[in-house]
């Protein structure tokens, strides 16, 4: 079964951090771009950061650039997002998603999905 399932979501502090893993089973993410992706209630789904196959080109959107880091290591299939300097605006369940085509913010290009993990970020 071809899974992606992400992992390291909390509750944490304003100022805090936390590292999001996507982890692959049943394919290889070689081949794969990958996208972070987020929904905070009442708000649509937002793209937050993508990477490249190879991992030479990302992309963040502006509300969290300095702040979040995106990488892979394509040896443990698995992708991560590291968040530092949390907002309570960055609540929200985080997405993961993958497809063959380049790496976007646009939602409607991936094709494979996770379930997502919640973000809490609060005093």
């Known amino acids: 079964q071809l899974q992606l399932v992400e992992s390291g979501g909390g509750l944490v502090h304003p100022g805090g951090s936390l590292r999001l893993s996507c982890a692959a089973s049943?394919?290889?993410?070689?081949?794969?771009?990958i996208g972070w992706f987020r929904r905070a209630p009442g708000r649509e789904r937002e793209g937050v950061s993508c990477?490249?196959?190879?991992?030479?080109?990302?992309s963040y959107v502006d509300s969290v650039k300095g702040r979040f880091t995106i990488s892979r290591d394509n040896a443990k299939n698995t992708v991560y997002l590291q968040m530092n300097n949390l907002k309570p605006e960055d609540t929200a369940v985080y997405y993961c998603?993958?497809?063959?085509?380049?790496?976007?913010?646009?939602?409607?290009?991936?094709?494979?999905w996770g379930q997502g993990t919640q973000v809490t970020v609060s005093s």
């Open positions: 990477i490249s196959s190879s991992g030479s080109s990302t």
């Open positions: 998603a993958a497809d063959r085509r380049g790496p976007t913010l646009i939602s409607v290009f991936y094709s494979k």
């Open positions: 049943g394919f290889t993410l070689d081949d794969y771009s």
